[in-house]
């Protein structure tokens, strides 16, 4: 079997919902030892939709399923001071910790990053909140879209005409953990060198702001806002109705004018007045009505592979849930892995993020089930007895 990259890396994941735990998750599937610390009643993460069956059961959150892939799992009420004894403990052999709660919480428990560095001060810990641990809004609560508000994101998104909309989705989660995880890669590194940890602040609105690369160095630059798209003319370079769906297009990729013209299969196309970009955007009603009819019964593959492969075309295609599952561009890829979970069952979930052959992301468990490793962690690891463990689950501690 090949070598996991971090199969020497022990985590903590202390987060709820998805930005964090998809955090511990990447580095759970490069080979780190994750154990997931949810509180007595478990991660919010669990009342997450959409549940499998549409069964809202704490077992069966896809979301929860997906971003807590690989880890072990324990309950600990991190309110009662014996929660708070048995976490310092864990810090102390811990080289990660992610947690996601409101800048304070920890402090407020003795379980903060200055105060658990003090008897490791090899620990690294990644926290991943809305508004990060500083500044004026750090403790403020969030939802998905304030965060979209707020970065900008959403000043670019719809129509001109129409209000400011957010995407679908939960982008900003993921974005978050990917950053989380990449913090948490640098700061091991950093650690090699400096011979101590460090507090890692993430950000969900920076991390968003921070995808505007174009938009807003545009206004810092020269005073330009991009604006949202014109809602009338040309969809050229915009979604297009086909017999099955939607597709986009555009020139460039190696395909001349004279190759689009054939693929669409429409004289009008060859006309004077749509042989130049300028002519094309100044006609563009005319052009759409002549692409819609040119492919009103054309399906999206057929038109896909055609214009991709024969005619070398910038040609998309909006692929749904059902044709992601059957993509076999992914299936090549090996996107997808096959979850066998206790209460669900056999499970296809989006799983691998980059290809490294020679230390892969690999598959090993399904999310825990809560509580499922209390006596595996709390009497293997930190060596408490059964006794010990009854009276502690009796407390409502584990």
């Not at 299936?331 to 066998?340: L, M, N, P, S, T």
């Amino acid at each position: 079997m090949l070598p996991a990259t971090l199969d020497d890396v022990k985590v903590l994941d202390l987060s709820q919902g998805l930005a964090g735990p998809i955090c511990a998750k990447i580095l759970a599937d490069f080979g780190a030892d994750v154990i997931k610390v949810e509180p007595v009643g478990g991660d919010s993460g669990r009342k997450m939709a959409p549940h499998f069956g549409n069964d809202p059961h704490p077992e069966k959150s896809l979301v929860f399923l997906l971003a807590n892939l690989n880890k072990r799992g324990v309950k600990l009420n991190l309110d009662d001071p014996d929660g708070q004894a048995l976490l310092r403990q864990m810090a102390c052999t811990t080289d990660i910790i992610v947690e996601s709660f409101k800048p304070g919480y920890l402090a407020s428990v003795g379980l903060d990053y200055a105060t658990l560095a003090k008897e490791n001060p090899r620990l690294i810990m990644i926290s991943i909140t809305p508004f990060g641990q500083t500044g004026p809004y750090s403790l403020y609560e969030n939802e998905e879209i304030v965060t979209y508000a707020l970065s900008g994101i959403m000043s670019i998104s719809g129509l001109a005409a129409q209000e400011p909309l957010k995407h679908g989705g939960m982008q900003s989660q993921y974005e978050g953990g990917l950053s989380g995880s990449v913090g948490a890669l640098a700061a091991l590194h950093a650690r090699d060198m400096l011979g101590e940890g460090q507090h890692v602040d993430v950000s969900l609105h920076d991390v968003v702001a921070s995808t505007l690369v174009i938009h807003q160095p545009m206004y810092g630059w020269t005073g330009a806002v991009q604006g949202r798209r014109r809602p009338s003319g040309s969809s050229y370079g915009q979604v297009q109705r086909c017999k099955d769906g939607y597709f986009i297009w555009q020139t460039g990729g190696g395909a001349e004018w004279s190759d689009i013209t054939e693929f669409f299969g429409m004289e009008a196309l060859k006309e004077e007045r749509f042989a130049t970009v300028a002519g094309r955007a100044l006609h563009g009603e005319d052009m759409d009505r002549i692409v819609l009819e040119a492919t009103k019964d054309r399906t999206m593959q057929e038109l896909f592979l055609t214009a991709s492969e024969k005619y070398h075309m910038l040609f998309g295609i909006v692929q749904e849930p059902k044709d992601l599952a059957q993509c076999p561009h992914l299936e090549a890829r090996e996107f997808f892995q096959e979850v066998d979970h206790p209460v669900m069952g056999k499970i296809k979930v989006p799983f691998r993020l980059w290809s490294m052959p020679e230390c892969p992301a690999v598959y090993r468990m399904p999310a825990p089930l809560l509580g499922q490793h209390n006596t595996e962690v709390f009497g293997g690891l930190l060596g408490l007895d059964a006794s010990r463990l009854a009276a502690l689950s009796a407390r409502g501690v584990i």
